[in-house]
């Protein structure tokens, strides 16, 4: 194939963010998952366990290990959700809530960089084009399992 696929260029794409992210985040014995999950994360209310994974697009299995992690590191502890008592509530430590500022830093110096040097216009088409890919794979609009 002469040109790359769009797939591909989605993969390379987001396997690159995703280095960088991390070595950003190696600077302060993180990665990118813990700060993800640090921005998640209600910094004054806390957040249910169960809207974690969803809101952050992990798995349950990948997120329990990252939030024992977290855990261990000092970063966030676990409380019993008082409107549900069955449920568990993630809350930010101090030392978290300084890790969350920095990971939000992260965030925040990519997504500037990227505006300097990608038009308005092209940000916005290429905004349309990621929500077109998320529609179409929704809606099962790519493969359709009764084919």
């Given at each position: 194939m002469k040109e790359k696929t769009i797939d591909y260029m989605l993969r390379s794409t987001w396997m690159n963010v995703t280095k960088m992210y991390n070595e950003e985040a190696g600077k302060k014995g993180s990665t990118m998952a813990t700060g993800f999950a640090l921005i998640s994360i209600d910094p004054e209310e806390g957040t249910p366990s169960t809207a974690l994974g969803p809101k952050?697009?992990?798995?349950?299995?990948?997120?329990?290990?990252?939030?024992?992690?977290?855990?261990?590191?000092?970063?966030?502890?676990?409380?019993?959700?008082?409107?549900?008592?069955?449920?568990?509530?993630?809350?930010?430590?101090?030392?978290?809530?300084e890790m969350r500022e920095f990971s939000k830093g992260v965030v925040l110096g990519f997504d500037e960089a990227v505006q300097k040097n990608v038009s308005e216009e092209e940000l916005h088409t290429f905004?349309?084009?990621?929500?077109?890919?998320?529609?179409?794979?929704?809606?099962?609009?790519?493969?359709?399992?009764?084919?």
């Open positions: 952050m697009g992990m798995e349950a299995t990948s997120l329990s290990r990252t939030l024992k992690t977290m855990e261990q590191k000092g970063l966030i502890e676990r409380k019993r959700n008082p409107e549900d008592g069955r449920g568990v509530l993630i809350h930010l430590t101090p030392f978290g809530k905004r349309k084009v990621a929500n077109t890919i998320n529609e179409l794979i929704n809606s099962k609009k790519i493969y359709d399992s009764e084919k």
